[in-house]
């Protein structure tokens, strides 16, 4: 009986505590009169912990957090969203396309010409609107090696001989994705298409005709778009160790990246690239295989340190802790507790589920933060994280949806808002039955009253969402009507694919029932309260659902990464690039890759491919809704919704720079066209008193 009592009070007893810390904490007055440190500090909260601090390995967003503030990239976007230089000064774009000659093609006016004739003649006849430099590379003959079985420890081989004709070089000084239709128009129609490379591939031994058909249009493809991206680094830039910053240090991040050793989610992003050359030591060329629109922006990824982390650097640690350097890896470093980068703050101290500190780095390229310390604070109860806002040991709170009428309009507090560029979901595990079935994955949407969570759960806070791009961009298909709440319409679904209700009116199939578990991570309220509504939605129509809370490492490691639930609940903050690779594409789908539901569908291959090759944007929008129609269609997610957010920041501060006579300037917080409002952060700083703002600010 005493076990019972305490437990009936333990939530009243946690009241207790949560309202005596609150009191115990001093108000931010008292904080600031005996501590002015205070004012430098910049405090936050996380429901959850970091995983890895490695921007090429992290996949979660408190790591992400923290990697921004300790790693810099080449590039970000400017509060207009346009590219700005960060360790790339600035950037050249522009293209190589190749094609190689067709002997046996006529050339209307022509006839049959060498390459030497034909370049002269596309001088002539070529004029595009931009800067081109066209010229003849020779013929030549060489061997390569392929491997008889796609078996991975087969050893035997097949030797290709290969007959290249001259090739035609195109210099473009811009990228032009319809370049070889243009050349068509002057060449004719089945230059290109016309092109006989197997005839110039001989095997031995001989394969069957259809691999020499691949191999041949691999070695010899008839046209080829390679973009060229080249990077100019700054000068003077160190890592918080004191290492200059170099481009040596850009292509070990890429080579990192695509290392299979380390599993890194971004390869995706730098597959499409074909090299990656230091021409000097601050300045770096990146050739792509083929168009890719997303190109300037993948640059934005952290870079790490070459002379921290190299093969030789890795043995020595390997050696260090007894393991063997054989096999001993990135993912495996200490690094990835004790990060160093070259970002606006560098790495004191991580307690793991207590708190990440970070100390301002006085070389920043750009200048050091105005704060000298920032504070990463794990708080996984939000009314914990609220009373602590109130106290002043947090500096800014996400408010939770039904606290917003409350607080949006408390004078107290700055206050910003927007729409989320991202969404919240349940996830099917398509692997596992009866979530191959994309009728059953729909009649479990139908069976949700999504509406009535917009409702009672986020009090209005969120919208209806589809599909899998941000609603706010035009890559969003408004055409796509949300499911129905309807019942026994999902009865009606699942009676199709072989689900009947049995006499205790459960649903089963061949004597079995449909029988899962819905899982997602504890620490966040909104994500249990789904959870709870889903299972009683589909407990009403028959289904036995199980549920689990998992801590966010766990539910993150070892559930998803690992591919290991039948569904669960989860969101995704969403980018403005329309790429959706990483997520989607079926080639994503291994452990540790983001599409960890196994979708698999050659249309939506097929979008997501053009979508990233596309650089027209009216053109790339058509192909995404498509896409978004496909996916909308086969249900891997049901889409819940898109929230709303809005958060509320001490309003004590400010941004503060330095005016032309050295005196110190001060100006509010705004957002940037995103809704982002911590934009200046490196600027923004605590004053003892809220701020009087000019007019004229």
């Not at 405090?43 to 992290?58: F, K, M, Q, R, V």
């Not at 054989?326 to 990060?339: E, I, K, M, Q, Y």
Request: net charge neutral; hydrophobic share 40%; proline share 8%.
């Amino acid at each position: 009986m005493r076990t019972k009592h305490i437990l009936l009070l333990a939530p009243t007893l946690v009241m207790l505590v949560l309202l005596q810390s609150y009191f115990w904490v001093p108000t931010y007055e008292k904080q600031t009169r005996g501590n002015p440190r205070r004012l430098s500090e910049f405090i936050t909260a996380s429901i959850g912990d970091a995983g890895i601090l490695n921007p090429i390995l992290s996949a979660d967003s408190a790591s992400s957090d923290i990697n921004a503030m300790v790693f810099e990239g080449l590039i970000d976007r400017d509060r207009d969203l346009a590219y700005r230089g960060r360790l790339a000064e600035h950037w050249d774009l522009y293209e190589e396309a190749f094609f190689h000659t067709n002997p046996d093609a006529v050339v209307p006016g022509l006839g049959r010409v060498s390459a030497e004739a034909l370049a002269a003649y596309l001088r002539r006849t070529f004029s595009p609107p931009y800067e081109t430099i066209i010229t003849v590379l020779p013929a030549r003959r060489f061997t390569v090696q392929r491997p008889l079985s796609d078996n991975p420890v087969a050893t035997e081989t097949v030797r290709l001989t290969v007959s290249a004709p001259p090739r035609i070089k195109l210099t473009l000084a811009q990228v032009d994705q319809e370049l070889f239709e243009k050349l068509e128009a002057i060449l004719g129609p089945d230059y290109f298409s016309a092109f006989n490379a197997e005839s110039r591939v001989t095997c031995n031994p001989p394969v069957p005709d259809a691999t020499r058909h691949q191999w041949a249009r691999e070695l010899l493809p008839p046209t080829e778009h390679n973009p060229v991206l080249v990077f100019h680094l700054r000068n003077g830039v160190r890592f918080h160790d004191g290492h200059m910053v170099d481009a040596e240090d850009v292509q070990f991040t890429y080579q990192s990246i695509m290392d299979p050793r380390n599993l890194s989610p971004r390869v995706s992003d730098y597959e499409p690239v074909k090299s990656v050359e230091v021409i000097a030591p601050l300045t770096l060329r990146v050739v792509y295989k083929r168009l890719y629109a997303p190109a300037v922006s993948s640059w934005s990824m952290g870079i790490l340190p070459e002379h921290l982390l190299n093969d030789a650097a890795l043995a020595r640690e390997a050696a260090r802790l007894g393991k063997d350097p054989a096999t001993f890896t990135l993912r495996d470093s200490g690094f990835n507790r004790h990060p160093v980068g070259c970002g606006p703050f560098r790495f004191r101290e991580w307690k793991s589920d207590r708190y990440i500190s970070l100390d301002r780095f006085e070389q920043y390229w750009e200048g050091a933060p105005n704060y000298r310390r920032y504070v990463y604070r794990i708080i996984p109860d939000p009314l914990t994280q609220e009373m602590e806002f109130y106290a002043g040991t947090v500096d800014n709170y996400a408010v939770q949806p039904h606290q917003v009428d409350r607080l949006a309009s408390d004078e107290r507090f700055q206050h910003f808002s927007g729409t989320a560029l991202g969404y919240t979901y349940i996830a099917y595990n398509l692997r596992r039955p009866p979530f191959d079935d994309p009728r059953v994955r729909r009649a479990m949407g139908m069976a949700i009253d999504v509406d009535k969570i917009i409702t009672h759960l986020l009090y209005g806070q969120g919208e209806r969402i589809t599909g899998p791009f941000p609603k706010q961009t035009d890559y969003y298909n408004h055409a796509i009507a949300p499911l129905p709440y309807d019942p026994e319409g999902a009865l009606s679904l699942l009676a199709e694919a072989g689900w009947h209700l049995n006499a205790k009116g459960r649903l089963e199939k061949d004597g079995k029932p449909l029988r899962f578990t819905l899982i997602t991570n504890s620490g966040n309220d909104l994500r249990k309260a789904i959870l709870a509504i889903a299972q009683d939605a589909w407990r009403a129509v028959g289904i036995d659902v199980r549920t689990d809370l998992l801590e966010w490492s766990v539910f993150i490691q070892e559930r998803v990464n690992k591919l290991d639930f039948d569904a669960l609940v989860l969101g995704w903050q969403m980018g403005l690039d329309p790429d959706l690779y990483q997520i989607w594409h079926s080639s994503q789908t291994a452990p540790h890759q983001l599409n960890f539901v196994g979708f698999d569908d050659p249309r939506a291959d097929d979008l997501i491919l053009k979508i990233r090759r596309e650089y027209d944007k009216a053109r790339q929008v058509d192909f995404c809704h498509r896409l978004h129609a496909i996916i909308a269609q086969e249900q891997p997610y049901t889409f819940l919704y898109v929230g709303k957010w809005t958060a509320v920041l001490d309003k004590r501060i400010v941004i503060r720079e330095t005016g032309p006579d050295g005196t110190p300037q001060y100006r509010p917080i705004t957002p940037t066209a995103t809704g982002s409002y911590a934009f200046d952060f490196n600027r923004w700083i605590k004053l003892p008193h809220p701020p009087q703002f000019s007019d004229r600010l």
